[in-house]
């Protein structure tokens, strides 16, 4: 069954009446219930705030990366290992074709239901996994096979065997590696995008948002902790901390914001999957036309140009 946020459930009260009217064979209800909710959905998801959006993010229907897959991809090969240590499951190496193009996908899978969560970890990933994906991506550069990189963690684990393993140096490694590989590179977050878990997998020529995305520093869960010792202020932190595509653009932190459906891409997997596919084959066309040189040149400017500022 189809989860409703609070702030959803006039939308789910018509859609039961839709459901009611399609099972009394009720065409006139159907028609007039269908513009209710057409006009619902304007006054719910065209006044959200920062709060909402955040809840949107994290939303247990939303796709993930695994169903990003399986719209997107043709002939799609899973690649394992970091080849040191073991197979992590909160990152997903997928080879294969996203409409006539070769693609290394690079994701980041939370896992639906308690057994598929607890096996990926909540999305969480450890040391191994940013060193698959490294891996994954230094093999695609090695035969110049584009990559996209779909960003959907909390953050990066932070328990005792990552942090044995290398938590860090994993994030580190995989910042300097890609920032000098000889393909292009598009990243997207597609719903939370937590501190070094999603910069891990976040560094390219191309960095955008989903609508209803989130990318922040620090949960707002754990800033209001350090900074009020107060779990009531989530709301407040979470307006503080700029963590909103048009935020984040607006300080040229994201290149650009993909218009998934307005009603959000938990209601509308196959809308969200062709806009996230159209701006990806869009973005690859224009990289393709740059040579390696100015590729690698642009992406070091668009890395080093991050917090910089002019004194007047």
């Known amino acids: ?47 959200l705030n920062d709060y909402q959006k955040l809840q949107l993010a994290r939303h247990p229907d939303r796709p993930y990366t695994l169903d990003y897959v399986r719209l997107l991809m043709s002939d799609a090969q899973e690649i394992h290992g970091d080849r040191m240590y073991r197979d992590d499951p909160a990152i997903l190496c997928y080879l294969g074709w996203i409409d006539g193009q070769r693609t290394l996908l690079i994701g980041e899978q939370k896992g639906r239901g308690t057994k ?9 990933p450890h040391p191994e996994g940013y060193r698959k994906a490294l891996r994954a991506a230094k093999m695609a550069e090695k035969f110049n096979i584009p990559i996209l990189m779909l960003i959907d963690t909390p953050g990066a684990y932070p328990g005792i065997g990552a942090e044995e393993r290398g938590q860090s140096e994993a994030i580190a490694r995989n910042l300097f590696e890609f920032s000098d590989l000889r393909v292009p590179i598009v990243s997207i977050v597609i719903g939370e995008g937590g501190s070094g878990g999603a910069l891990a997998i976040g560094v390219g020529d191309k960095l955008a948002m989903m609508r209803y995305s989130v990318f922040a520093v620090i949960s707002p869960e754990g800033c209001s902790a350090i900074l009020w010792n107060d779990p009531t202020k989530v709301e407040q932190a979470t307006k503080a901390l700029k963590i909103t595509p048009e935020s984040l653009k607006e300080h040229g932190l994201i290149d650009d914001i993909i218009d998934e459906p307005l009603i959000g891409a938990h209601r509308d997997k196959e809308s969200a999957s062709k806009a996230v596919k159209e701006y990806y084959l869009n973005t690859i066309k224009s990289l393709r036309e740059m040579s390696k040189e100015d590729l690698i040149q642009k992406r070091y400017e668009k890395l080093v140009s991050i917090g910089a500022f002019k004194e007047s």
């Open 1 to 47: 069954m189809a989860s409703y946020l609070e702030f959803e459930k006039p939308i789910e009260t018509i859609r039961n009446d839709i459901d009611a009217a399609k099972a009394r064979g009720d065409e006139a209800a159907i028609e007039i219930l269908e513009k209710d909710l057409e006009k619902e959905v304007k006054k719910v998801f065209g006044s």
């Open 116 to 124: 598929h969560k607890l096996h990926r970890n909540f999305g969480m």
